[in-house]
């Protein structure tokens, strides 16, 4: 059965860090591109940064220098390293499998099949 499961969410204070895995089954991550994305309250789910499977990333200008992507397909995850963060950076981060090797279109949703249930992110004083 394939599946994304996140983890490492809770809370911190602004210009705090957090690490966030997304541990993947069912399925060979070597073959795929792996997204982060968010949704805060009220607000549209958003892409945060892509890893393909060929090492290239991607990331929102929102948290470009401050959030890092970076994969480790013998351990089957994914990884997300926030630092400076932000009240805005809350929201619910989920992991998200894309259709193919690359992070071609990796901002649409519709680019992607498989998601996770998602970890909080709550960044306040």
């Known amino acids: 059965q394939l599946q994304l499961v996140e983890s490492g969410g809770g809370w911190v204070q602004p210009g705090g860090s957090l690490r966030l895995s997304c541990e993947t089954s069912?399925?060979?991550?070597?073959?795929?591109?792996i997204s982060w994305f968010r949704q805060a309250p009220g607000k549209e789910r958003e892409g945060v940064s892509c890893?393909?499977?060929?090492?290239?990333?991607f990331s929102a200008d929102s948290v470009k220098g401050r959030f890092t992507i970076s994969r480790d397909n013998t351990k089957k995850s994914v990884y997300l390293q926030m630092d400076s963060l932000k009240s805005e950076d809350t929201a619910v981060y989920y992991c998200?499998?894309?259709?193919?090797?690359?992070?071609?279109?990796?901002?649409?949703?519709?680019?992607?099949?498989?998601w996770g249930q998602g970890t909080q992110v709550t960044v306040s004083p």
């Open positions: 998200a499998k894309m259709r193919g090797q690359y992070c071609f279109g990796w901002f649409s949703s519709s680019n992607y099949d498989y």
């Open positions: 069912g399925f060979t991550l070597d073959n795929y591109a």
């Open positions: 890893a393909g499977s060929r090492r290239m990333t």
